[in-house]
């Protein structure tokens, strides 16, 4: 699938995001507000995971993000940790942030029994799997890493190339292929090629948002086909930063000036907690941390 995608790059240099560099436009200040990986459950604690802690936690920090005057508020993935019912301990308090709310899909968000796989969308208010936010001169790509996956493929057609990916992979015997990790299909690809070549049109600045990574300092979390998403990733200038979840311990990479950022946890601490507010400047994102999270100023390239 490496060499499928390959043979579009020669067409996205061509019509990549440089292309109207002259008209550079006027970028909104603007702030947000993440959460990552509440991961409740009604369940003892496990390790370092303090499931019962979560609704407290996710209570305290809507509290604090409603102080902002946030455009949106997103949960990166692993809203829950299993079962359908747990979703109805956490909606609510969700509900209760002022700004828009998105909801990013993460393994455990289909740790659910079968039958009721096709109704997790309604109860996290995704109507796509995979869409964007089109906000303030940025375009954010909200991908689905869990399109081909042993948990969340729930069409004939997409359980058939999780089958073809995971053969595939693990005669390369790559570390990330692991049942919790996940992967995107062409046809997921090939939308986001399509967005970054809206994005360049439009010059808009990229975000992405996924609950696995796409580069990380050790791969085991990442996406399965991560080396697809990253070749167009790298094809683009526009693309300015990348934030995941699902490695609870977090971490941060930075290639070609574009910013992985994997936020912690919020499930997993004893006795803290994880979430960020992220600020939108002309040029600078700059991250404020609660509980674990870093606070950090990453330069918009
Ligand atoms: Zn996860």
Redesign the pocket.
């Known amino acids: 699938m490496t060499g499928k995608i390959l043979l579009f790059v020669p067409l996205l240099i061509l019509i990549g995001c440089n292309q109207k560099k002259t008209n550079v436009p006027k970028f909104p200040e603007f702030e947000i507000g993440v959460v990552s990986?509440c991961q409740y459950c009604n369940c003892d604690s496990s390790g370092a995971r303090f499931y019962r802690e979560s609704p407290a936690r996710l209570g305290h920090a809507v509290k604090i993000l409603n102080e902002h005057p946030l455009d949106y508020t997103i949960h990166l993935?692993?809203f829950i940790d299993r079962g359908f019912k747990s979703f109805d301990s956490v909606t609510p308090i969700w509900k209760g942030l002022k700004s828009e709310k998105y909801h990013v899909l993460?393994?455990?968000d289909f740790s659910v029994v079968d039958s009721l796989k096709p109704l997790v969308f309604e109860k996290m208010d995704i109507e796509d799997r995979y869409y964007s936010i089109i906000k303030n001169k940025w375009r954010f790509i909200v991908l689905d890493g869990n399109d081909l996956s042993v948990h969340g493929a729930l069409t004939p057609a997409k359980k058939q190339q999780t089958d073809s990916l995971y053969q595939l992979l693990s005669d390369k015997n790559k570390s990330n292929l692991k049942s919790?990790n996940g992967g995107l299909s062409m046809e997921q690809l090939l939308w986001v090629e399509n967005e970054l070549n809206m994005a360049a049109a439009n010059n808009e600045r990229v975000g992405f948002y996924c609950?696995f990574p796409t580069l990380a300092e050790s791969d085991s979390h990442n996406l399965w086909n991560y080396e697809q998403l990253l070749t167009l990733i790298d094809t683009y200038e526009c693309v300015k930063f990348y934030f995941n979840?699902?490695n609870h311990a977090g971490g941060y990479v930075e290639k070609n000036g574009v910013h992985y950022l994997n936020f912690k946890g919020m499930v997993e601490t004893k006795d803290s907690t994880s979430f960020a507010t992220v600020a939108f400047r002309k040029d600078s994102l700059f991250v404020k941390g609660y509980g674990r999270e870093l606070s950090r100023s990453l330069k918009i390239r």
């Open positions: 990986d993935g692993d993460g393994n455990h919790w609950h979840g699902h």
